[in-house]
């Protein structure tokens, strides 16, 4: 019996001996605050997301995060974060995270400061000059009246829509002052947008009318090659009231000068000449043309010009004649050469009511146009300087070669209607599409 309590005694003893030992952990987790940064700025209303790295020998538990001292929200789940709106909370705040691992361990994060500032959006402004115009006008946007209560002026960047359709028609920039021209006849709702160093957008609008202008009004066009180009409203059509001079095609593609009089008449393809190949004769008389030139797909006119039609001309004879430009103040029969003739650079004509007669009379409409003369398509040789003026239509003839014209000569009442060979040297003038 002794030896039996004696083995029990012993394998207690080795029992014991091999139990664990229960050990508490004690180990603290550590947190660092990553997101966002210490001494970070952000607008009234940013909506943030408070991120923590937390890491323990056993695993993280949770972490809850502090706004100025007062839990705002806890996270069990890695990533650790929280999102936080600061609408309404403008000013200073700090932020800190506490982890707590699974034995409720707790260490504390790194404090992060904060500064939520009281934004206010930009009051977008501008002027208009002037407030209404005409297709031609160029008017004048203003926007350096944009101001922001936090940042300078100038440091306000801005944006215009000229038409109010949702696209933005300039690049973003710091120049307040631009210009901008209507093609079209209407009314138009212009938008600028400002936006300041924080980010945050003004809108500012109006409406400007644009109209198709008044009879008798003048505006200015410029070709591909620089010429500026006076025109002037007769009716309810614009036109050129000088004639064309342009050397260039409006893709960049030179037209082909001839001064040759051999080979002018066999020009087939679009050419140009001067007046007795003398340049002096440019400037004020403008080119003279083949049909080829005139007609060519791409085209002489600017954009949105066009040579006109013989309808076009008609259009402009019929508006003169129902609207006293006869040179007798009569309302019917076509009389009114003198008034689409320029007051200057007319050969004499003793008979009442001729382009040559009484030059301080012309020019009623303002289409001021000058004896030219033009190129002959037999031979190449110039004439009618002085004398007559010839333009180009677009519109061909029924017989073959044959291109209708419009006239005005220094002997003559009438605005003739006549007829060119293709290859012929004549004035261009341009009316608006």
Partial sequence: ???????????????????????????????????????????????????ADAVDNLGIAR??????????????????????????????????????????????????????????????????????????????????????????????????DWENDGHWDTESSLEKTISHQYKRAGTYIVKLKVMDNDGLIGFDSTQITVSTGENGDTA????????????????????????????RFQNGDPILRVDSNTQWPLITSPAYCVYDNDDFNKQEMGLLYNWYAVTDSRNIAPEGWHVPTDQDFLDLENYLIANGYNWDGSLTGNKIAKSLASSRGWDASADTGCVGNDLATNNASGFSGL???????????????????????????????????????????????????????????????
């Fill in 63 to 160: 972490v809850d995060f502090y706004v100025d001292g007062e839990v705002v929200g806890t996270d069990d789940v890695e990533p650790f974060q929280l999102v936080w709106n600061s609408e309404g909370k403008a000013g200073e705040h700090t932020i800190i995270a506490k982890a707590y691992d699974k034995a409720e361990n707790v260490a504390q994060s790194n404090l992060v400061n904060l500064y939520i500032k009281n934004a206010s959006i930009p009051t977008a402004s501008f002027t208009v000059t002037p407030s209404t115009g005409n297709m031609f006008t160029v008017f004048q946007f203003d926007a350096s009246g944009s101001s922001d209560k936090e940042d300078d002026a100038s440091s306000l960047i801005v944006r215009w």
């Fill in 1 to 51: 019996m002794f030896k039996n309590i004696l083995v029990i005694l012993i394998f207690f003893l080795i029992s014991c001996s091999d139990s664990p030992t229960s050990v508490k952990d004690i180990e603290k987790p550590t947190v660092l605050i990553v997101s966002p940064a210490d001494n970070s700025e952000f607008n009234e209303g940013t909506v943030l997301t408070i991120k």
């Fill in 220 to 247: 200015t066009i410029t070709d591909i090659d620089g010429n500026i180009y006076n025109v002037v409203k007769i009716g309810e059509q614009w036109w050129m009231a000088e004639n064309l001079k342009v050397t």
């Fill in 371 to 433: 004896p030219t003369g033009k190129r002959h398509f037999q031979n190449g040789s110039y004439s009618y300087l002085y004398m007559g003026a010839i333009w180009w239509t677009s519109t061909e003839c029924e017989e073959t070669d044959c291109i209708l014209t419009r006239t005005l000569f220094y002997m003559n009442e009438d605005f003739g209607h006549a007829s060119s060979e293709k290859n012929s040297g004549l004035s261009v003038r341009l009316v608006l599409d």
